[in-house]
């Protein structure tokens, strides 16, 4: 022994000593006095507490505690005593442990203590579990052999004792995932079970179980309809099971299975509500009812059920059913994602890459993604190629995207097979242009009604490729991609009917494809329309209309719809005249390189026009201009500038060689008035 205990360091012949101590002190405290109902000296519960939390690896501080958490409730010991004593870490955790008013009703101090113990540290918990287990392994040894008179020995009566050891059990679940508490957890829950919760069913239910383990499926089957007769929600979860599988000789019935889930459900088993709340939102032996899969999902545990995390994430994050909360949303695909549920992989990965409900991360979206791919989930085949091909949130990998794209068509996806054509029509990601593979690829969804197939076929009879132009053959599927709701589709059919291109010109319909394809967002449909209206072209002038649609299509983000915007304000055209929000809107066009912008800025600088005068800013926009664009009136200002000397020196061979090109550049755009009008 002086060996072994030369051994120990100065820091464990000091905890031992602690401990001993402690011992010491419990046995003194307790030594009048017996266990409830027995005549074994009390000190033995407190020295089984120290145990239990010496196997889950408990520091000495808190086995001390748990020689001591008796002394201050049960004896005359206080507080303040067992820190002078034993140190304020061991004091804390008996004093956590201890009821703080014992003249309160029963029912209210322990509910007072089950409502701490759900929000106290882990060290806490460890001992109150080392408590309960000691406690609850006594009634169980004393039960065997007292049955129910065992109670009269308890100020409360069994109903009261087992609604106090239930909600233990659920205080204590944290514990369940601690790889050192576990086990005896596990113990606790099982025993609290055994003694609180047993019933005729029950016992049926576990010898069914029984003959089930021992291959006897007659005897199973026979126990587990008489606990199934005795309303035990286990067997009848089990017997669901069976019809759900045509397990045991039955045929397959999921509408039995789940009216018998239904059943334990009802009967409050939480693996039986998610079955019933996963059969509703699936609509599988059930009407498809998200409402009343939410009602048995939603209370469920959802690191347990990664499904019906999802399911209930997916109707958070969309408002289906249930008041929208994004963040609750994110959070239950979260959970689900932790377990690798594909499903919930996939929606989280589309949140992160559209950045709408959740800060935009490209990398976790990838990663994500990989995760649903790598469980086969086909609906991720196509984002995940995409995100390889153009090395979204990854090192691009062409190679390896072709081949999930491959994945993806072969899955049913249309997008997929739609880039594919996208690919073999430009020549994409080093694939060489081939129209046939790119027309085959388009035909293939035309013929199942896909609107962007259609558009592009319409595109490629109008251009020629592959097939014989042919503007009529270009109308139509135009018009069948129109009829699938396709926007561009739209937008396509109503250029070709308001000018008469493969179809009979009708500006009245054509207003109503192009205004369906602009309240859609196609940018194009509401610069043609504010054009139209502007001019009057085959319509009643509307400046109001007109400045509507700039209006729309500066917001979509348009730079000509910007810069016509500008004019509209300038000259109060549909809209109340301001220089301020022109000048502000040819300066943000300016900035997206706009040359007829710059070239107003040179002339609100140049005439000195709601800005102060400021003839160097102004020679600036009008270079600006000439270098973003040929246009002619800005050539012709620059010029100005250097033949007058105006915020540059003058120079007259500049000033002739920028008018040359001005008249240069008005030619070739007189020359191509003409040619659009002969058309």
């Known amino acids: 022994m002086a060996d072994k205990e030369a051994m120990l360091t100065k820091e464990q012949k000091a905890d031992n000593k602690l401990l001993n101590e402690a011992i010491m002190y419990a046995t003194r405290m307790h030594k009048k006095t017996v266990r409830k109902g027995t005549d074994m000296p009390y000190i033995v519960h407190p020295l089984e507490v120290m145990h239990i939390l010496e196997l889950m690896h408990a520091d000495k501080q808190l086995m001390a505690a748990g020689v001591l958490h008796d002394t201050v409730e049960d004896t005359k010991a206080t507080i303040e005593d067992i820190e002078k004593r034993f140190g304020k870490d061991v004091a804390e955790l008996v004093a956590a442990h201890t009821e703080k008013d014992k003249s309160k009703p029963w029912k209210e101090r322990k509910t007072e203590a089950l409502d701490h113990l759900y929000d106290a540290p882990k060290r806490v918990k460890m001992l109150v579990l080392a408590d309960k287990l000691a406690n609850i392994r006594a009634i169980v040894r004393d039960y065997d052999e007292q049955g129910d008179k065992l109670w009269e020995r308890f100020n409360k009566g069994k109903k009261e004792q087992r609604w106090y050891y239930n909600k233990s059990?659920?205080?204590?679940?944290?514990?369940?995932?601690?790889?050192?508490?576990?086990?005896?957890?596990?113990?606790?829950?099982?025993?609290?079970?055994?003694?609180?919760?047993?019933?005729?069913g029950a016992m049926l239910y576990k010898r069914a179980v029984f003959h089930k383990n021992m291959s006897n499926s007659s005897k199973f089957l026979a126990k587990l309809d008489a606990a199934v007769e005795a309303g035990y929600p286990k067997a009848i979860y089990e017997l669901g099971n069976i019809y759900q599988h045509g397990t045991f000789g039955f045929e397959k019935c999921a509408d039995t299975a789940f009216k018998l889930y239904l059943r334990a459900a009802d009967g409050g088993l939480a693996e039986a509500k998610h079955k019933v709340g996963m059969a509703y939102a699936l609509g599988e032996g059930a009407e498809e009812d998200l409402d009343k899969a939410l009602d048995y999902l939603m209370p469920l545990e959802y690191e347990t059920y990664p499904d019906a995390s999802y399911i209930v994430g997916k109707a958070l994050l969309e408002g289906s059913c249930v008041e929208q909360d994004i963040d609750k949303g994110i959070r239950c695909l979260r959970k689900s994602t932790k377990q690798e549920y594909a499903p919930a992989c996939y929606l989280l990965a589309e949140c992160y890459l559209k950045g709408k409900t959740v800060k935009k991360n490209p990398k976790k979206a990838f990663h994500l993604l990989k995760k649903a791919c790598w469980h086969s989930y086909k609906p991720a085949y196509y984002r995940y190629a995409m995100c390889l091909l153009d090395g979204i949130g990854c090192e691009r990998n062409e190679e390896r995207g072709l081949m999930y794209l491959d994945d993806a068509v072969n899955a049913g996806n249309t997008d997929a097979l739609n880039t594919f054509g996208k690919i073999y029509l430009y020549g994409l990601y080093n694939v060489d242009e081939d129209d046939e593979k790119a027309y085959n690829c388009f035909s293939q969804n035309a013929a199942k009604g896909d609107g962007v197939a259609c558009g592009y076929l319409g595109f490629m009879y109008k251009m020629?490729?592959?097939?014989?132009?042919d503007m009529a053959k270009a109308v139509e599927y135009y018009k069948k991609g129109a009829e699938a709701d396709n926007s561009k589709c739209k937008l396509n059919l109503g250029i070709c009917l308001f000018n008469g291109k493969g179809i009979k010109r009708d500006t009245k319909l054509a207003l109503?494809?192009?205004?369906?394809?602009?309240?859609?967002?196609?940018?194009?449909a509401m610069e043609i329309l504010a054009e139209v209206y502007s001019g009057g072209t085959r319509v009643a002038k509307n400046d109001e209309l007109s400045f509507y649609w700039y209006l729309h299509g500066a917001q979509a983000g348009s730079t000509v719809a910007l810069y016509n915007l500008g004019k509209c304000y300038e000259e109060g055209r549909g809209t109340k005249a301001s220089k301020r929000k022109a000048f502000d809107?040819?300066?943000?066009?300016?900035?997206?390189?706009?040359?007829?912008?710059?070239?107003?800025?040179?002339?609100?600088?140049?005439?000195?026009?709601?800005?102060a005068k400021d003839a160097r800013k102004a020679f600036e926009w009008f270079r600006d201009a000439t270098k973003a664009d040929n246009f002619a009136p800005a050539f012709y200002n620059l010029a100005n500038c250097y033949r007058k000397g105006f915020g540059i020196d003058a120079n007259k061979e500049k000033a002739e060689a920028l008018e040359k090109r001005g008249a240069e550049l008005e030619a070739e755009c007189k020359e191509e008035i003409v040619k659009v009008n002969a058309k």
């Open 464 to 469: 020629g490729y592959y097939v014989k132009a």
């Open 512 to 524: 109503k494809y192009l205004e369906q394809a602009a309240y859609r967002g196609e940018i194009k």
């Open 169 to 200: 059990v659920n205080a204590l679940v944290a514990l369940a995932n601690n790889e050192n508490a576990t086990e005896l957890y596990q113990e606790f829950q099982s025993l609290v079970n055994n003694v609180f919760n047993e019933d005729i």
């Open 585 to 611: 809107c040819f300066m943000k066009a300016a900035e997206r390189g706009d040359a007829k912008a710059m070239n107003d800025l040179g002339i609100y600088y140049a005439q000195g026009d709601y800005v």
